[in-house]
């Protein structure tokens, strides 16, 4: 990893977890401490954080990410009836991923009790499928974003890279149509990048009001979609867009 792209994701971190020390740090980056103190000591200089006795804590006043609280109830009823349909898709034997969205956790309330095996980074789904005893529940490990309930990071990563799903189920902060899916959090954004690239079939669960957003961090283009399940309310000239590209749409 170049040193620039250790510093922004050290950044990125920081914000997320608010405060946390150096010898996290030097284990989670593989570099020595003395790497981790030197470049926490030029992004002080920076103003992007603030040094602290053994590590370092956030200058940013507000979370880059929505709390699963507040997730919950923003366009609940939407996310529910997406997360219903996209329960139908799913067939006995199936290898799915889910990611750490409040659809995806959904999609674990009403999944019936059958021969499955789920692959997640959401402590919230893997919870919710330990009910049911026919489904086997992988969790990718990782480091812990209390904010999000959910693993991220280069362990969570690599734990993807050892499996093989038939279908990803993935939500995300922003879809647009040329600029493709991202994400306000980088790290999230790359969980769900390796996501796509173990499935077979990737479908994006997204409700109206994601449509023409762009976050922070790029996830993956469009063509890399092969389905759209979202509410009613979507623009015409999205569902054309979509038609265009050959990606199937689903709405409810």
Avoid at 18 to 37: G, P, Q, Y
Avoid at 97 to 102: E, G, M, P, R, V
Avoid at 204 to 225: E, P, T
Wanted: hydrophobic share 40%; net charge neutral.
């Amino acid at each position: 990893m170049l040193v620039a792209e250790r510093q922004r994701k050290l950044v990125q971190l920081v914000n997320e977890r608010m405060s946390i020390r150096v010898n996290e740090l030097s284990k989670l980056f593989s570099v020595t401490e003395e790497t981790i103190r030197r470049d926490l000591e030029k992004l002080e200089k920076e103003h992007l954080l603030r040094r602290s006795h053994g590590g370092a804590v956030s200058i940013e006043k507000e979370q880059s990410e929505v709390s699963y609280q507040e997730r919950e109830i923003i366009h609940s009823r939407e996310k529910q009836r997406i997360a219903s349909e996209a329960v139908k898709l799913i067939e006995p034997g199936d290898q799915i991923a889910l990611d750490a969205s409040t659809t995806a956790w959904y999609m674990a309330k009403e999944l019936p009790d059958m021969r499955l095996t789920v692959l997640t980074n959401s402590i919230k789904v893997a919870v919710e499928l330990s009910k049911k005893e026919q489904i086997r529940v992988i969790s990718t490990g990782g480091l812990l974003v209390p904010q999000s309930l959910s693993y991220v990071g280069p362990l969570a990563e690599r734990s993807l890279s050892a499996y093989h799903v038939n279908k990803a189920f993935l939500s995300c902060k922003g879809v647009h149509v040329e600029r493709g899916l991202t994400d306000s959090n980088e790290f999230q954004a790359l969980v769900k990048k390796r996501m796509i690239e173990i499935a077979d079939r990737t479908i994006l669960l997204a409700d109206a009001s994601k449509f023409g957003i762009r976050a922070f961090a790029h996830i993956a283009s469009m063509n890399q979609i092969d389905s759209v399940i979202s509410n009613s309310d979507l623009d015409p000239s999205i569902e054309e867009a979509l038609k265009e590209k050959s990606i199937k749409l689903s709405t409810v």
